[in-house]
Structure formats: C-alpha cells, structure tokens
C-alpha cells in the first residue's frame, strides 16, 4: 500500500500552517498601522510553528531533505553499508515511535486535565500537542514505511529522491 498520499497531506498542513503565520504577521501588521493589536497572534503562530515543522518531517524524510552524514556507509562494502542502513533505520523507527507516544501522551494528558495556555486566549493545550503529535506519528509510520521497502530489497526512499549529491 503506497502511503504517499499520507505524506503529502502531511506536508499539505505544514504548508497551510506556514500561510496562517503569514495571515497572522500581516494582520498585527496591518493591525498596529491602524492602531489595534491582535491579542495572542504571536501564541497562535508559535503554534502553527511547531505544527508546520512536525508536520513537514516525513515529507522531508521521503523526499531526502533531511541531512544524513553517509561518509562511512559510502566507504564500505555494499552487505556492511545495508546492514548500517537497516541498523539506523531501526533505531529511528525505536526514536520516533518513543517520542510519537510520548508526544500522544502529552496531548491526552493535557486534555484530561483542561490544560490551557496562558495568553490573552486561554487555548486548549491539546489542540497545538495534537498537531505535534500526529506529525512526529507520521514520521515514524514513514521510516515503518522504509523499513518494510528495505525487507523487500527496494532502495530506502530517501536515497531514491535525494536530489542532492553532497552527502
């Protein structure tokens, strides 16, 4: 099953984050030129902020943006450089998927106890945590995702759409 459409809309969000930052920097923007303030605009972008990045890592994970030091995989022999790459795979899907439940658990938490933030808008804590957690979800589905390519002998996708060559 191709779950591309999955990452895409992940990244999707992050982008749509992103343009609410703008939307909220233009207004206060607009807003001091003409003498009002836009209360707790600086907490909703920080929020959008936080979203934009977690949401955009498995993007960036599949399209071989994030950065990756390969000197000693290029410079063994090809049976050692697949085994380092099933070793950090394994480690980051045992990273991720620590830090998605820790991250599941933070939202849960905040909502059962109607955890608010502290602006002029007291906003549900879960509701930005929530954002953090479904992409930091996403990321770990994602090296699953490699993972399971890698068991059938495929190129983790990483390496298929690194546009670059300096690693």
Known sequence: MNL???YRSSAVLAALCLIAIVLLILAQIIGRFYG???PSADDFAGYCMGASTFFALAHTLRSGGHIRVTMLINHVPKPIARGLEFFCVIFAILLTS???WFM???ALESYHFGDVSQGHFPTPLWIPQSALAA????LCISF???FIRMLFGYTPTYHENNTTNNE
């Open 104 to 106: 599941v658990k933070v």
């Open 98 to 100: 620590y830090f998605a």
């Open 144 to 146: 699953v995702d490699d």
């Open 135 to 138: 992409g930091a979800v996403v």
């Open 36 to 38: 009002f303030v836009i």
């Open 4 to 6: 591309d459409w999955l």
